[in-house]
């Protein structure tokens, strides 16, 4: 690989990494956030805060198994990281919050006769 190759493909990366940094900032962690992050995370597979965004991207696509994936990775390159870690403990509720069925109403109480009915 050339200098300028080199160079080029550091720019990319930059470049991308920022434009994820502005989706992230707008709250928007929709398919083109995703997308963005998932070519992050190829192309540079050392950066933790793409794994992060793509973890929070598929959390808030309900893709719990993808976003628990992506924030095992983030975690790897840094144990330390605390927003990767308080979106494995959101995945977590929301898994188990899946897994709980849905709370049945009691069944209501029959009346009673009286006399007089």
Do not use: H
């Not at 998932?38 to 808030?60: K, S």
């Not at 993808?66 to 990281?81: C, F, G, K, R, V």
Request: hydrophobic share 40%; proline share 5%.
């Amino acid at each position: 690989m050339t200098p300028f190759a080199l160079q080029s493909d550091v720019a990319d990366i930059a470049s991308l990494t920022q434009k994820a940094i502005d989706y992230a900032k707008r709250g928007d962690f929709g398919t083109d956030a995703r997308a963005l992050n998932e070519e992050l995370t190829r192309i540079a597979p050392d950066n933790e805060g793409a794994w992060t965004r793509l973890a929070r991207c598929c959390l808030e696509a309900g893709q719990l198994a993808d976003a628990s994936s992506a924030l095992e990775s983030a975690l790897e390159l840094n144990p330390q990281n605390n927003l990767a870690r308080s979106l494995l403990q959101e995945v977590i509720r929301r898994e188990l919050l899946a897994e709980t069925p849905d709370e049945v109403e009691p069944p209501k109480k029959k009346r009673r006769k009286t006399a007089s009915s």
